[in-house]
């Protein structure tokens, strides 16, 4: 059974920080590209990160570059998301996804991806 459990979300104040992390089983680990949507309340699902299975190369959405970071631990078939100088307009849903064959023109399309996992919900207070 491919699971892709995520967690670290909460409330936390504008400026703060949050570390998302998805623990996987299920599936072959390395094999996958990870990445992270979020979807806030009346808004689409959005890209966020992605992170690479063959070069650890990453995505990052433009809303979240330089305060954002993902990283992989094949080790332990985890992926984090290092969440920092967060904003309001960061609040929303986030999702853990992970797929086999992602090419970069297609990182921020949701059907591109194999497997989701439940979300974890982030609050930034101003």
């Known amino acids: 059974e491919v699971q892709l459990q995520a967690s670290g979300g909460g409330l936390v104040q504008a400026g703060g920080s949050l570390r998302l992390s998805c623990a996987t089983s299920?599936?072959?680990?390395?094999?996958?590209?990870i990445g992270w949507f979020r979807q806030a309340p009346g808004k689409e699902r959005e890209g966020v990160s992605c992170?690479?299975?063959?070069?650890?190369?990453?995505y990052y959405a433009d809303s979240v570059k330089r305060r954002f970071t993902i990283s992989r631990d094949n080790a332990k078939n985890t992926v984090y998301l290092q969440m920092n100088s967060l904003k309001p307009e960061d609040t929303a849903v986030y999702y853990c996804?992970?797929?086999?064959?992602?090419?970069?023109?297609?990182?921020?399309?949701?059907?591109?991806?194999?497997?989701w996992g439940q979300g974890t919900e982030v609050t930034v207070s101003s």
């Open positions: 996804v992970a797929g086999l064959r992602i090419i970069l023109s297609m990182i921020r399309v949701p059907s591109s991806y194999d497997y």
């Open positions: 299920g599936f072959t680990f390395d094999d996958y590209a």
């Open positions: 992170i690479s299975s063959l070069d650890d190369s990453t």
